[in-house]
């Protein structure tokens, strides 16, 4: 029982994407491609929104002697050296494309499963919300992005098709681990809301999330100009990494 109580907005919001998609399945065919286009803009323009206002969070963040975007900067360029040393960016799409031929899918399914897994997982409610879940069992954080992440998937499979849905399997493992984990952070993090390392994460998140929102408007999979948005998410790890580093430095 303990389990669901801590797990219990993941839940909510995994069945909200899958929700999401098959209804965007169900409409995608009756809409027409032009609408379909014009929504999409819609979708990426809120999206640029939300990473600008995550950005927000490093606007007077000191990390050490580092200004908060500084510290942003170093780990975003670490992370997508680490990133491409991995290849993450072809791990991903290669992922998407083993779900694409194991489930028949076609079209843009690889495309809208990395674009939807990331777009679902980066950014301050998966951090925050998750680790409310699993510290206080209260999935309100969750609940929300859960209908916001709902209504995008909608948009999103009109567009590249029932890859979208497969996303909230990453959905479930990334914030499940998060909100189980939460119990060990308890005395780490007192205050999520307004720790240096999570207000890190949420604006180098909100930097990640910015190319999100430039792919959606404009970069196909293959094409040459795409953000490689992928390659860059070992700076959400490296970001706490910094804070610790930066902290012997104080």
């Known amino acids: 029982m303990d389990f669901f109580l801590k797990t219990s907005g993941t839940w909510i919001n995994f069945f909200t994407v899958i929700v999401g998609t098959l209804l965007g ?4 065919g009756r809409i027409p491609e032009r609408m379909n286009h014009t929504l999409m803009q819609v979708l990426a323009v809120t999206t640029l929104y939300i990473s600008i206002d995550m950005g927000g969070s490093l606007g007077g963040l000191k990390i050490g002697i580092l200004p908060g975007i500084i510290a942003a900067l170093v780990c975003l360029a670490l992370g997508a050296v680490i990133g491409e040393l991995l290849q993450l960016e072809e791990r991903l799409g290669t992922l998407g494309e083993t779900l694409k031929q194991k489930f028949k899918g076609k079209g843009r399914f690889t495309e809208g499963f990395v674009t939807a897994s990331l777009l679902f997982c980066i950014g301050p409610m998966t951090v925050i919300g998750s680790l409310q879940n699993g510290l206080q069992q209260d999935p309100n954080t ?68 910015t190319g999100i929102s430039f792919n959606l408007l404009f970069g196909s999979f293959d094409a040459p100009y795409r953000v490689r948005v992928g390659s860059f998410l070992p700076a959400l790890v490296l970001a706490p990494l910094l804070v610790g580093l930066m902290s012997l430095f104080k």
């Open 25 to 28: 399945m169900v409409l995608g």
């Open 142 to 209: 969750l609940i929300l992005k859960a209908t916001l992440d709902g209504i995008a998937a909608v948009a999103l499979t009109g567009v590249y098709g029932m890859g979208v849905g497969f996303s909230a399997i990453v959905v479930l493992i990334v914030q499940g681990i998060l909100s189980l984990a939460a119990g060990g952070l308890a005395t780490a993090l007192p205050s999520p809301a307004t720790d240096p390392s999570v207000l890190l994460i949420t604006g180098t998140g909100g930097l990640m999330i």
